[in-house]
């Protein structure tokens, strides 16, 4: 399907003027008056906008049906990354989300988006029973044969029925993504066990580097058409009918320094040329530092490094319980727990 999607900013803003805003978490109707970002081109040829009753930023104007399954074409999957870097990303994820929930008894898992199957091949190493889902048929298919991953292609609400119940369901990088994050929460309730845990991974609107690199911050992008907060989280899965929920926050390991940081090369970008390499080599400096620098250092190359590095990161796994500044949301809600 080819269907060309707007980057213009003055078209945006036209589409803007001529439409309501719905609230997919709390439904209240509104006229978006500013964004709280602004679409500036290529990159950005979106606003996004607060709800004035739940706060919760959606991108605005909405994509259509047809925008939205032209974004998701074939070639979304085709991340430009390597194998230990994706192996270092999953040794993240699963001692942040997963290694709190192992048990000696086998537990089923399954993982939402999840795109290569790196993390799921992780979990099932370390004894978890899996199941994937993703809506790239590609990846599905490459999960299955690289690490024999149980994973099926599509959105999760065409599997419901016929998915047996789970103890875990992990959503890393997916809620974000949805048009309806509330409808997607209540199908994900209906798939865990009495006592399931969902554990969702998003970027953090509330984080200190959104706030220092604006439009520039480093979680914006098409794609992400509904951004959270910590309370905007846990009012949204209170929605879905989730209890004890508990909100945490971390930076991805590659973007731990300064140094890393784009929203800091779009601030270099401003200064004057001499004055620009100055600051480039003051920060690659301390671009060995941070908590997950090890990792960062040393990447494991196959899927039983990665296994043995969970080991040595299992003290970070309740990593910023006091902070929620940091990029990422990693949040953790049952079923059959009220508040
Ligand atoms: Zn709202």
New binding site residues.
């Given amino acids: 399907m080819s269907v060309a999607l707007t980057t213009n900013p003055i078209e945006v803003k036209r589409r803007a003027e001529h439409a309501v805003l719905d ?6 109707h509104q006229t978006p008056r500013l964004p709280v970002i602004r679409a500036n081109g290529l990159n950005r040829p979106f606003d996004l906008h607060r ?6 930023i959606q991108q605005f104007p909405r994509y259509s049906a047809g925008e939205l399954a032209a974004l998701y074409g074939a070639s979304y999957y085709v991340f430009d990354e390597s194998e230990e870097d994706r192996w270092a990303r999953a040794v993240q994820q699963y001692v942040i989300h997963l290694l709190p929930h192992e048990s000696k008894s086998p537990k089923r898992l399954l993982d939402v988006g999840c795109a290569l199957g790196h993390v799921a091949a992780l979990a099932q190493r370390r004894g978890w029973r899996v199941m994937g889902i993703d809506i790239s048929a590609n990846a599905v298919s490459r999960a299955h044969v690289e690490f024999g991953i149980d994973a099926r292609a599509g959105a999760l609400e065409q599997h419901v029925g016929t998915l047996p119940p789970f103890d875990v369901i992990l959503l890393g990088d997916v809620i974000e993504h949805l048009p309806q994050p509330v409808a997607f929460l209540k199908s994900v309730r209906s798939l865990l066990s009495p006592n399931g845990v969902v554990c969702i991974d998003t970027p953090n609107f509330a984080s200190r580097w959104r706030r220092i690199g604006r439009s520039n911050w480093i979680a914006l992008n098409r794609y992400h058409i509904n951004l959270f907060e910590p309370d905007t989280m846990r009012d949204c899965l209170r929605r879905a009918g989730f209890g004890d929920v508990a909100v945490r926050s971390y930076t991805n390991h590659r973007y731990e320094t300064w140094a890393s940081r784009p929203e800091v090369k779009a601030l270099i970008a401003w200064l004057p040329g001499g004055l620009q390499w100055r600051a480039q080599k003051i920060l690659s400096r301390y671009n060995g530092f941070g908590r997950w620098s090890g990792l960062r250092r040393i990447k494991p190359k196959t899927l039983d490094e990665a296994r043995a590095r969970v080991s040595d990161f299992a003290h970070y796994r309740l990593d910023g319980i006091p902070k929620l500044t940091r990029d990422n949301l990693a949040v953790t809600a049952r079923v059959g727990h009220a508040d």
């Fill in positions: 609230c997919v978490n709390c439904g209240a709800c004035t009753t739940c706060g919760l």
